[in-house]
């Protein structure tokens, strides 16, 4: 295995972040150097791709408390090397374990993350629709969760422009 995949299990976020976008030029420039390590590195992606609740941190701002999820930026770069992965090697890289690895993203509290997991999931799901049929009734628990939110009669209005930008790639997909 390359020495590169082992950084994407190094404890510290800066060494996984700076590991996550060299596999992807690495996907991008060299897909034969990638194409014999495709499992482990969907397992390594897979991993990277989940939320964890260790990243997120509560910042105080005045009188506020604030939560920051340091983990964001990780699941946002993890999809994109996903996607690349998917794109370069598509008849290597198994729909159904990138499908496992997204359908839980679509409730994410990232819009950014839920924007870059659909559009993956929508490229699969075109280009593999009887191996996506089997992760239906997931994706839609996980969509039905974001439309279930309720959203208080005092919310302000970045937080109505949060959720409602949240519902829109649901709304498309």
């Known amino acids: 295995q390359a ?27 060299y897909v034969s150097a990638v194409a014999q390590h495709v499992e482990h590195l969907l ?13 997120v941190r509560i910042v105080q701002l005045g009188p506020f408390k604030h939560q920051v999820d340091d983990g964001v930026e990780h699941r946002k770069f993890g999809v994109q090397c ?10 290597v890289v198994p729909v159904s374990k990138v499908l496992s690895s997204l359908v839980p993203l679509f409730s994410d509290s990232s819009t950014d993350v839920v924007l870059a997991a659909h559009s993956l999931a929508i490229k699969l799901i075109s280009s593999a629709p009887s191996v996506a ?3 239906c009734d997931a994706m839609v628990a996980q969509i039905e969760k974001v439309f279930k939110i309720e959203i208080k009669e005092t919310a302000s209005k970045s937080d109505m422009e949060a959720y409602t930008e949240k519902r829109q790639p649901m709304t498309a997909a």
């Open 82 to 91: 996903l996607a690349v992965l998917c794109n370069k090697l598509p008849d």
């Open 133 to 135: 049929m089997q992760f």
């Open 3 to 29: 020495p590169i995949f082992d950084a994407l299990a190094k404890p510290s976020l800066n060494v996984r972040r700076w590991a996550l976008l060299a596999v992807t030029s690495l996907v991008n420039g």
């Open 43 to 55: 397992s390594m992606l897979s991993s990277e791709c989940e939320f964890k609740p260790e990243l």
